[in-house]
C-alpha cells in the first residue's frame, strides 16, 4: 500500500522559508516522478515542482523558479520542497504526488498522477 505522508507545513510571514517532506512508502519508485502540487483559496491544483526518481530532470513552475528548490532522498525514500522568499501568493495546501513515468525525460506537469498524499498546509502572512 502506498502512502504519501507530508509535514512542514506552517504559518510564516512573507520573506520567510519553509521546508515540506514527503515521506514515500509501499513501493519502489524507481521510474516514477514526484510532484510537489499546492491548492490555493478559489484556485486550481498546479504544480509547482517535479522531480525524477532518478534525479535527472527537475520542473519549476515559473511562479517559484528562483525561491523552491525540490530535491529527494533514495536512501530515505523522501523528497523535500524548499521554500525561500515566500508571498502571500504562496499560501495553499500543498501536496506530494507520484507518477509512474517510464523512461520519459520530462517531468508529467498534469495533474495525472497515481498517488497522493493529504497535505499539508502552508499559510504566508503579509
Known amino acids: 500500500q502506498v502512502q504519501l505522508v507530508e509535514s512542514g507545513g506552517g504559518l510564516v510571514q512573507a520573506g520567510g522559508s519553509l521546508r515540506l517532506s514527503c515521506a514515500a512508502t509501499g513501493r519502489s519508485f524507481s521510474s516514477y516522478d514526484m510532484g510537489w502540487f499546492r491548492q490555493g483559496p478559489g484556485k486550481e491544483r498546479e504544480l509547482g515542482a517535479g522531480?525524477?526518481?532518478?534525479?535527472?530532470?527537475?520542473y519549476y513552475a515559473d511562479s517559484v523558479k528562483g525561491r523552491f528548490t525540490i530535491s529527494r532522498d533514495k536512501s530515505q525514500n523522501a523528497v523535500y520542497l524548499q521554500m525561500n522568499s515566500l508571498t502571500p501568493e504562496d499560501t495553499a495546501l500543498y501536496y506530494c504526488a507520484a507518477v509512474w513515468d517510464g523512461d520519459s525525460i520530462e517531468v508529467v506537469t498534469s495533474t495525472e498522477y497515481d498517488y497522493w498524499g493529504q497535505g499539508t498546509q502552508v499559510t504566508v502572512s503579509s
Open positions: 522531480v525524477k526518481w532518478s534525479g535527472s530532470h527537475a
